[in-house]
Nanobody, 126 residues
Framework: EVQLQASGGGLVQAGGSLRLSCVASGFKFEDYAIGWFRQAPGKEREGVSCLNSLNDITYTSDSVKNRFTISRDAAANTVYLQMDNLTPDDTAVYYC???????????????????WGSGTQVTVSS
């Protein structure tokens, strides 16, 4: 059974930082694309940052570029999202997700995953 368990969300002031973690199980982590999506109230879910686990090529959306960094620990089957210089516009539920048919980070973030994980709430106060 594929499982993607996200954690690390919370309440932070604008300008602060958080690091999200996603522990993956039930599939061969290093063969596929894995990444982070978010959904703010009243908005569509969007791909934030995704990783090609085969070659470590990443895709990051323009809205968070230079502030958010995706990385992984293959030994721990864990992917991280380091979020710096947070703003109230970053407030959303953040979801971990994977595509178990390919490893393209760009395709995952733009076309969506085959498997969704749990979400973790990030709230940024002004």
């Amino acid at each position: 059974e594929v499982q993607l368990q996200a954690s690390g969300g919370g309440l932070v002031q604008a300008g602060g930082s958080l690091r999200l973690s996603c522990v993956a199980s039930g599939f061969k982590f290093e063969d596929y694309a894995i990444g982070w999506f978010r959904q703010a109230p009243g908005k569509e879910r969007e791909g934030v940052s995704c990783l090609n686990s085969l070659n470590d090529i990443t895709y990051t959306s323009d809205s968070v570029k230079n502030r958010f960094t995706i990385s992984r620990d293959a030994a721990a089957n864990t992917v991280y999202l380091q979020m710096d210089n947070l703003t109230p516009d970053d407030t959303a539920v953040y979801y971990c997700a994977a595509h178990l048919s390919h490893s393209s980070s760009y395709a995952l973030c733009h076309d969506g995953p085959t498997d969704w994980g749990s979400g973790t709430q990030v709230t940024v106060s002004s």
